[in-house]
């Protein structure tokens, strides 16, 4: 059993309403709203939301700046035990960070047509030809972080 089954739905739930509160954060700051939080024991060990306009940084995706914050709370790049909860299915690169961290498990609200790597255009997170694989559950709370994220759209165009 993967430390993702041992967490009930509500808490998986309670987790994902954080996320989405960060993602506001990153609305309010004019950033696509995206949040994520990691979780160790029950306990916050990490958390981000999007903030690559912010810091002219590319790479500041919600997800990497969660587990920077983990990483450096934990004092260890390694994060095992910890799951990753995320408003928006990660991208190629966020999935690639989670492989080397050794997260140990995700979940995420929305899923991403155009470049989510869990799911829906690519598989990065359970290729059998890397050296780890991290198991995954999607779609919590799929229809309000979609609708953030659709509100936050509608109102730039």
Known sequence: MSLLDSISPTAHERWMQHALTLAQR???????????VIVRDGEVVGEGWNRP??????????????????????????????????????????????????????????PDPKAGAVDSVYQVLTDNGLNHQVPWLGRVLADECAALLRDFFRARR
């Open 26 to 36: 990153a609305a309010g700051e004019d950033e696509v709203p995206v949040g994520a």
């Open 53 to 110: 306009i912010h810091g002219n940084d590319p790479t500041a995706h919600a997800e990497i700046i969660a587990m920077r914050a983990a990483g450096e709370a934990l004092g260890n790049y390694r994060l095992g035990g910890c799951l990753l909860y995320v408003t928006l299915e990660p991208c190629v690169m966020c999935a690639g960070a989670m492989i080397h961290a050794r997260i140990d498990g995700l979940v995420y609200g929305a």
